[in-house]
């Protein structure tokens, strides 16, 4: 079935570094986007969201990017501390809200 | 505003007993959407509803799974018979009414069912 993935199960990144973090979707109909950070035992935690008609949108540390042509998307957060530790995942929504996620990239921040 | 509520945080059960997840939405959101997680992976999707209607249930198991959202009270989703398999994190997430797709969804803190 449609798909969104992620490339990379655990990134470790010094602290004041910049992390990068990959999804693959699948679903070429998808329009519409998000990042969530998943802290242990707590709720999906929404981080930023994009829609099909935009290449790059910024928030606070925050930069997410989509390439429709090769159906890619990243989030970048800029300036990594050991607040960000936490697992990563893209999700892709139906118009009825409905979320499909990808499996999720663990963030380490090492001092 | 309270964010979305879920009740119980941990639950234990035997097998074969039932399991009753509880869920508030935010304040005027009245979309619910229900998800699971197994250990190290990513939240599958399993149901959504709007007040008294299940819009999409293409996610659940078709035996021992049930969920409803009544006109008042919160939503409830419910395992009958609970095997280990069922072990998991069980997430609800809300949205608002009047915007429903391309919109985000707020996430409660989850369930975790535990089958002894």
């Known amino acids: 079935g449609e798909s969104v993935g992620l490339h990379l199960p655990t990134l470790s990144v010094q602290e004041g570094d910049n992390s990068i973090i990959n999804c693959a979707y699948s679903?070429?109909?998808?329009?519409?986007f998000i990042w969530y950070k998943q802290e242990s035992g707590k709720g999906p935690q929404f981080i930023i969201d994009?829609?099909?008609?935009?290449d790059k949108r910024q928030g606070q540390r925050v930069t997410v990017l989509l390439n429709k042509t090769v159906k890619h998307l990243s989030l970048q957060i800029a300036a990594t501390q050991p607040g960000d530790s936490a697992v990563y995942f893209c999700?892709?929504?139906?118009?009825?809200?409905?979320?499909?996620f990808g499996a999720g990239t663990q963030v380490v921040v090492t001092p | 505003n309270a964010g979305v509520m879920q009740n119980p945080r941990h639950l234990v059960r035997r097998r074969g007993q039932e399991a009753r997840l509880r869920c508030s939405p935010m304040?005027?959101?009245?979309?619910v959407y229900w998800y699971r997680q197994l250990p190290e992976e990513g939240l599958k999707f399993m149901v959504y509803?709007?007040?008294?209607?299940?819009?999409?249930e293409s996610g659940m198991p078709k035996e021992r799974f049930s969920a409803e959202f009544p006109k008042e009270g919160p939503s409830i989703l419910r395992i009958q018979q609970v095997v280990r398999g069922d072990s998991a994190a069980y997430f609800c997430?809300?949205?608002?009414?009047?915007?429903?797709?391309?919109?985000?969804?707020?996430f409660g803190q989850g369930t975790r069912l535990t089958v002894v």
């Open positions: 997430a809300s949205s608002p009414m009047n915007r429903v797709g391309n919109t985000e969804a707020f």
């Open positions: 679903n070429s109909a998808s329009d519409y």
């Open positions: 994009i829609r099909s008609n935009m």
């Open positions: 999700a892709d929504s139906d118009s009825w809200g409905k979320l499909q």
């Open positions: 304040k005027g959101h009245s979309h």
């Open positions: 509803l709007q007040k008294e209607n299940i819009i999409d």
